[in-house]
C-alpha cells in the first residue's frame, strides 16, 4: 500500500514540475494527487474510520493555511487596488536593477522576521510587480524574494511555521534561537543576492502607476495601505497575546479593512466602488487551491507512516546530528516541511535534547532555509509561483543552485560559531 501510495505521489509531483510541458494547471493535478493518495490509503485499510478521523485532523491543519492565505492575499489585492503601494515605490529613488535588488532582498529579510515568510512574499512579489514590467527579468527578483523570506523568517520564533512549532514544543527560546540564527540567515540570504546581482545589469523604468482611472485621493491610498500592513503585522501579536491560530488574526485584520474600505465608498457610484468584494473576484484561487491539493497529498504521506519512516532511516543510516539536520533541510525542498519537522520532534525528546540544544536550532534554520532549493519546496516559494506563474523547471535552472550554496554557507556558518 504504501508503495503504491508514494508512486501516485511521485507521479502527481511530477506532473507538477512539468505544468509547461503537459499544459495542466497544477492547481488542478495537485487537487488530483491529493484525492488519489487519500483514497488509496483507505482502500487498502479495513480501519475507514481511523482515517477518516485523520483526513479531518489533517483538514483542521490544512484550513488554516488556506484561510490565512486567502485573508492575506485579500488584504495585498485590497492595497494594490487603491495603489497603496505606490506609498512605498515612491520612496524607491534608484533606477539601478542592482541596488534595487540590494533593498527589495533587505527589507524582505527583515520584514519576513516580523511578519512570516508567506506574507511577506505576497507582499513583496505584489510590490515588485509593481516596478519592473519585463517579466523576464522580474523572475529573478522574485526568486530572490523567495530566498530572502525563507531566510528571514528562519531567525524569529514567528517567522516561518516550523521555527514556531519548535517555539510551542519548547525546543527553543526566543532569545537564544535570534542570537543563534540571524547570521547564519543572513549569510543564507546575502550569498545568493551576491550570485543573482552578478547576472542583472543596467537600468529599469517604473511603470507608471498614477493613472488608474480612479478618482482614489492619496489620503484613501495612504489609510488603506497603512492599514492594511499593520493588519499584517498584527497576525503574529494577536497570536503570542492569545494564542489563536494566525487565521483568527489574518481575519479580524481583514474585516477591520473591510469596514474601513466601505466607510471610503459610501459616497461613491456603484460602478466605482472598490470594496474586498472586489478584492475578493481577484485574487488567485488556483493557487489557494494548489496549496490544498499539495497539502493534503504530503498529509498522506504523513498518515500513511512514510514520512516517520523516512526520519527513522535518516536517523539509523546516517548518525550525525549535524548531517541529519542538513538533509532533512534539502528534503525540504521536496517534501512539506512541517511533516518533516513534526516527524522530528517526535523521534527526539527533550529529555536526550533539552530547550535549545544546537540541534533544534539547526533543524530550525535548515527546515525555515532548504525550502528555497526548489520553487514548491516552500509556502513562499508556492506563493510566488501562482502569481508569477513561475515555470518550475525556470526555477531549478535559475535560482536552485544559488539558494543550494546560500543555504550550504548559512549552516556551515552556524557550525563553525557553535
Same mark, same amino acid.
Given at each position: 500500500?504504501?508503495?503504491?501510495?508514494?508512486?501516485?505521489?511521485?507521479?502527481?509531483? $511530477?506532473?507538477?514540475?512539468?505544468?509547461?510541458?503537459?499544459?495542466?494547471?497544477?492547481?488542478?493535478?495537485?487537487?488530483?494527487?491529493?484525492?488519489?493518495?487519500?483514497?488509496?490509503?483507505?482502500?487498502?485499510?479495513?480501519?475507514?474510520?481511523?482515517?477518516?478521523?485523520?483526513?479531518?485532523?489533517?483538514?483542521?491543519?490544512?484550513?488554516?493555511?488556506?484561510?490565512?492565505?486567502?485573508?492575506?492575499?485579500?488584504?495585498?489585492?485590497?492595497?494594490?487596488?487603491?495603489?497603496?503601494?505606490?506609498?512605498?515605490?515612491?520612496?524607491?529613488?534608484?533606477?539601478?536593477?542592482?541596488?534595487?535588488?540590494?533593498?527589495?532582498?533587505?527589507?524582505?529579510?527583515?520584514?519576513?522576521?516580523?511578519?512570516?515568510?508567506?506574507?511577506?512574499?505576497?507582499?513583496?512579489?505584489?510590490?515588485?510587480?509593481?516596478?519592473?514590467?519585463?517579466?523576464?527579468?522580474?523572475?529573478?527578483?522574485?526568486?530572490?524574494?523567495?530566498?530572502?523570506?525563507?531566510?528571514?523568517? $528562519?531567525?524569529?520564533?514567528?517567522?516561518?511555521?516550523?521555527?514556531?512549532?519548535?517555539?510551542?514544543?519548547?525546543?527553543?527560546?526566543?532569545?537564544?534561537?535570534?542570537?543563534?540564527?540571524?547570521?547564519?540567515?543572513?549569510?543564507?540570504?546575502?550569498?545568493?543576492?551576491?550570485?543573482?546581482?552578478?547576472?542583472?545589469?543596467?537600468?529599469?523604468?517604473?511603470?507608471?502607476?498614477?493613472?488608474?482611472?480612479?478618482?482614489?485621493?492619496?489620503?484613501?491610498?495612504?489609510?488603506?495601505?497603512?492599514?492594511?500592513?499593520?493588519?499584517?503585522?498584527?497576525?503574529?501579536?494577536?497570536?503570542?497575546?492569545?494564542?489563536?491560530?494566525?487565521?483568527?488574526?489574518?481575519?479580524?485584520?481583514?474585516?477591520?479593512?473591510?469596514?474601513?474600505?466601505?466607510?471610503?465608498?459610501?459616497?461613491?457610484?456603484?460602478?466605482?466602488?472598490?470594496?474586498?468584494?472586489?478584492?475578493?473576484?481577484?485574487?488567485?484561487?488556483?493557487?489557494?487551491?494548489?496549496?490544498?491539493?499539495?497539502?493534503?497529498?504530503?498529509?498522506?504521506?504523513?498518515?500513511?507512516?512514510?514520512?516517520?519512516?523516512?526520519?527513522?532511516?535518516?536517523?539509523?543510516?546516517?548518525?550525525?546530528?549535524?548531517?541529519?539536520?542538513?538533509?532533512?533541510?534539502?528534503?525540504?525542498?521536496?517534501?512539506?516541511?512541517?511533516?518533516?519537522?513534526?516527524?522530528?520532534?517526535?523521534?527526539?525528546?527533550?529529555?536526550?535534547?533539552?530547550?535549545?540544544?544546537?540541534?533544534?536550532?539547526?533543524? $530550525?534554520?535548515? $527546515?525555515?532555509?532548504?525550502?528555497?532549493?526548489?520553487?514548491?519546496?516552500?509556502?513562499?516559494?508556492?506563493?510566488?509561483?501562482?502569481?508569477?506563474?513561475?515555470?518550475?523547471?525556470?526555477?531549478?535552472?535559475?535560482?536552485?543552485?544559488?539558494?543550494?550554496?546560500?543555504?550550504?554557507?548559512?549552516?556551515?556558518?552556524?557550525?563553525?560559531?557553535?
Amino acid at each position: 500500500m504504501n508503495t503504491i501510495v508514494l508512486i501516485a505521489f511521485c507521479i502527481g509531483y $511530477a506532473l507538477i514540475a512539468l505544468e509547461s510541458k503537459v499544459k495542466i494547471n497544477k492547481a488542478a493535478i495537485a487537487l488530483l494527487t491529493g484525492g488519489a493518495v487519500w483514497t488509496t490509503y483507505i482502500l487498502f485499510k479495513s480501519n475507514s474510520e481511523e482515517i477518516v478521523a485523520q483526513l479531518v485532523e489533517h483538514i483542521g491543519s490544512i484550513s488554516q493555511i488556506v484561510f490565512f492565505l486567502i485573508g492575506a492575499m485579500t488584504i495585498v489585492e485590497l492595497i494594490d487596488s487603491y495603489g497603496g503601494f505606490d506609498v512605498i515605490t515612491k520612496q524607491i529613488k534608484t533606477s539601478n536593477k542592482k541596488i534595487l535588488l540590494l533593498i527589495l532582498g533587505f527589507i524582505t529579510f527583515f520584514l519576513s522576521s516580523v511578519l512570516d515568510n508567506l506574507t511577506t512574499t505576497i507582499v513583496m512579489v505584489t510590490l515588485t510587480r509593481k516596478l519592473l514590467s519585463d517579466k523576464n527579468e522580474r523572475l529573478l527578483f522574485v526568486g530572490m524574494i523567495v530566498i530572502a523570506a525563507n531566510s528571514g523568517g $528562519a531567525w524569529t520564533p514567528i517567522g516561518d511555521v516550523t521555527t514556531t512549532m519548535l517555539w510551542i514544543g519548547g525546543q527553543i527560546t526566543t532569545v537564544n534561537i535570534m542570537q543563534k540564527l540571524f547570521f547564519p540567515s543572513l549569510v543564507s540570504m546575502i550569498v545568493p543576492l551576491f550570485l543573482i546581482s552578478l547576472t542583472i545589469k543596467g537600468e529599469f523604468k517604473k511603470i507608471d502607476s498614477s493613472n488608474q482611472g480612479t478618482d482614489i485621493l492619496n489620503f484613501e491610498k495612504k489609510i488603506v495601505f497603512f492599514i492594511g500592513i499593520a493588519a499584517l503585522i498584527f497576525v503574529p501579536i494577536f497570536k503570542s497575546i492569545t494564542h489563536l491560530p494566525p487565521f483568527m488574526g489574518i481575519l479580524i485584520g481583514l474585516s477591520v479593512l473591510w469596514i474601513v474600505t466601505e466607510l471610503l465608498n459610501k459616497d461613491r457610484a456603484h460602478e466605482q466602488k472598490i470594496t474586498v468584494t472586489n478584492a475578493l473576484r481577484k485574487i488567485d484561487i488556483p493557487s489557494v487551491l494548489f496549496f490544498l491539493g499539495i497539502l493534503l497529498a504530503v498529509a498522506a504521506l504523513e498518515s500513511t507512516g512514510l514520512l516517520a519512516d523516512l526520519s527513522t532511516a535518516l536517523s539509523e543510516s546516517v548518525g550525525n546530528l549535524k548531517t541529519i539536520a542538513m538533509s532533512l533541510g534539502i528534503l525540504s525542498s521536496i517534501i512539506d516541511n512541517v511533516p518533516l519537522v513534526a516527524a522530528t520532534m517526535g523521534m527526539y525528546d527533550l529529555q536526550t535534547f533539552p530547550t535549545d540544544h544546537y540541534f533544534w536550532e539547526l533543524i $530550525a534554520y535548515c $527546515a525555515g532555509t532548504g525550502g528555497s532549493i526548489l520553487i514548491i519546496g516552500s509556502a513562499a516559494g508556492v506563493a510566488a509561483m501562482g502569481i508569477e506563474k513561475i515555470d518550475f523547471f525556470w526555477y531549478l535552472k535559475k535560482i536552485s543552485l544559488v539558494a543550494l550554496i546560500g543555504y550550504l554557507a548559512g549552516a556551515f556558518l552556524y557550525v563553525l560559531l557553535l
